[in-house]
């Protein structure tokens, strides 16, 4: 196999690994963060009873070790996605480690602003609903999106730990050649596609925060 | 008429420290004037205006609006379509920054139905009222704090409310800009035949704007009244500081004077403005009086402190109650 192409298949797991479990994480955590947000003390609804049991799985699901959570969700990994190899099979993980990560961030988000904002749309006589999501929502987009950034690119992080156990990518090219077989040169470039992905990740969440925010 | 009949609120800081907010709180609002609610820091009256459209729900007592004898009973549905007749603007203005002038002002209708055309006309010609003519499509980002307090107003008047509940309006606002804001506000009151709550903690703003003032202090509404009565016959403590703060100081003139005689304090009904009671007086009966303090207030009505000879009083007095004038002892 040429260098080239075994660079440009392990991008391109990267970028796969890191986009889906970028695109599901921002939906289940908008869900989490939004329901953390709504039980919370100063939240909409405050439900001690549940916020204490939402925190406490994301407080969880944030401490555990990446590496470790693979190990744990060997079985559950294997059961939906038939494999415990390659991108698809690291997606599990992925997408599990980096929900609670973000639910807090969007938790932080929408308190941000929260009482000011929530107390506005009572005053209209608008529902919870809809201050969730013709306010609230709305008026936090750019934190939101700030967060997703930031959530994508410690995917990218979580990609190259997966890497080195079996789900290829960048991770795994690094770890082979540079490790495994001592080709420093192939750990360095598959270093620099690495930060050139974060990079160009940065960049794109910039533009649309940028786009989607009056200035 | 909005009506609190014994109205409680407390807070639970923790097990043991409990803030009582409101603490028996009775008040009548009369359609069609501006009540302001003033008070020191942590009085209670953003509480009390919070209470009026249950953004704070409280716990014992009654408040009565449109005929509902006590809002707090009101189920979920009841109490949005109460609160969608009562607009309310804010001390930081709380407009949504991501939305144009034009979709914050538009934005009470679109949470309850989907716009019409004639949305759209009425929410030109209310920027227009508020003196935002070509700002339609700016950002809040965009505008001063005295625009920002326009939208504000635009976006509380949308849904055609009959009370408008203002908590601090002006106290982010300029004194030029506050007197601005503060004329809109009555100019609005006037053409929409509005009920206006104003809560602040400047007597300025009372004296700019209100009809009647209600003082409150430690939860309680410690003094209720017209402005102008107010003014001439303060009792409370808080009250007797707060006129003084806009030159109605005749309460420390008076303690401060030690000359021998009666100090009494005058009330000039509107009507009397423009004669010239006290130089008649003077002459007619040949009395020395001695003018310590004179202001008039919002009404124009003049309040003035005097001084006479002990023995002359009794010729005063009867003279110038006689004229219509209201008289006190100071
Ligand atoms: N949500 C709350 N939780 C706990 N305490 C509160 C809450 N809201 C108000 N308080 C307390 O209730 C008292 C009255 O507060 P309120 O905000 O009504 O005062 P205020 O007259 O509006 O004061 P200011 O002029 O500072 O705005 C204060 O002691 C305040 O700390
Ligand atoms: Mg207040």
């Known amino acids: 196999m040429h260098d080239f192409d075994m660079y440009f298949k392990a991008f391109n797991e990267t970028v796969y690994m890191t986009l889906i479990s970028t695109i599901i994480t921002f939906v289940f955590g908008l869900v989490l963060g939004v329901l953390l947000y709504v039980t919370s003390a100063k939240g909409l609804k405050p439900n001690k009873q549940v916020y204490a049991f939402l925190s406490a799985i994301t ?33 599990p993980a992925l997408i599990i480690g980096a929900i609670p990560f973000y639910a807090r961030l969007v938790e932080l988000a929408l308190l941000e602003k929260g009482k000011t904002l ?84 940065q960049l794109i969440g910039d533009l649309i925060v940028k786009r989607f925010t009056p200035n | 008429m909005i009506t609190l009949k014994h109205v409680y609120k407390q807070f639970d800081i923790s097990k043991k420290r409990h803030i009582k907010a409101l603490n028996d709180v009775s ?22 205006i919070r209470t009026l459209n249950q953004l704070e729900t409280h716990d014992e007592g009654e408040i009565s609006v449109f005929g509902y004898q006590d809002i707090k009973r009101l189920n979920k549905e009841s109490t949005r379509m109460l609160r969608r007749r009562m607009g309310m603007i804010f001390q930081s203005f709380n407009l949504l920054e991501s939305k144009t002038v034009l979709n914050n002002i538009l934005f009470p209708i679109r949470v309850q139905r989907k716009l019409h055309q004639a949305d ?73 035949h509005l009920t206006v709550v104003l809560v602040t903690h400047d007597m300025h703003v009372i004296k700019a704007v209100c009809d009647e003032v209600t003082v409150m202090h430690e939860g309680m509404p410690v003094e209720s009244g017209t402005i102008d009565n107010i003014l001439f016959n303060p009792t409370h403590p808080i009250t007797k500081e707060l006129v003084q703060l806009i030159g109605f100081n005749m309460h420390d003139v008076a303690k401060k004077i030690n000359k021998p005689g009666l100090v009494m304090s005058l009330k000039f009904p509107k009507h009397l403005t423009g004669e010239s009671l006290i130089s008649t007086c003077i002459n007619k009966l040949d009395v020395e009086i001695n003018i310590l303090f ?25 003279y110038l109650e006689k004229q219509g004038v209201v008289i006190k002892d100071a």
């Not at chain 1, 070790?65 to 997606?91: E, H, K, M, Q, Y």
């Open chain 2, 294 to 318: 004179a202001n008039v207030t919002p009404n124009t009505e003049g309040i003035m402190l005097i001084n006479v000879n002990g023995s002359e009083q009794n010729q005063v007095k009867p």
């Open chain 2, 27 to 48: 008040l009548t609002i009369q359609d069609n004037t501006i009540h302001g609610i003033i008070g020191l820091s942590g009085a209670g009256k953003s509480t009390l």
């Open chain 1, 59 to 91: 407080s969880i699901g944030r401490s555990i070790p990446f590496l470790i959570l693979i190990v744990l969700l060997l079985p559950f990994t294997r059961f939906i996605i038939g494999t415990i190899l390659g991108p698809s099979a690291a997606l």
């Open chain 1, 118 to 201: 929530s107390e506005t749309g009572v005053s209209f006589g608008a529902t919870n609903t809809t201050i969730i999501t013709r306010i609230m929502i709305p008026e936090s987009k750019a934190s939101l999106i700030r967060g997703i950034t930031v959530t994508s690119i410690a995917i990218v992080g979580y990609t190259s730990i997966a890497g080195a156990i079996g789900a290829g990518g960048l991770g795994n090219l690094a770890y082979l050649y540079g490790y495994a077989r001592n080709r420093q040169d192939v750990t360095i470039i598959a270093t620099l596609l690495i930060i050139a992905l974060i990079l160009l990740i």
């Open chain 2, 120 to 192: 759209y006309q009425k929410a030109y010609d209310i920027i227009n009222d508020v003196g935002l003519k070509g700002y339609a499509s700016s950002y809040p980002h965009q505008l001063s704090g005295g625009q920002k307090q326009r939208v504000g107003i635009a976006r509380a008047l949308i849904n055609d409310p009959e009370i408008l509940l203002c908590d601090e309006p002006t106290s982010a606002l300029d004194p030029l800009t506050t007197k601005q804001i503060l004329a809109l506000i009555k100019r609005l009151k006037h053409k929409h």
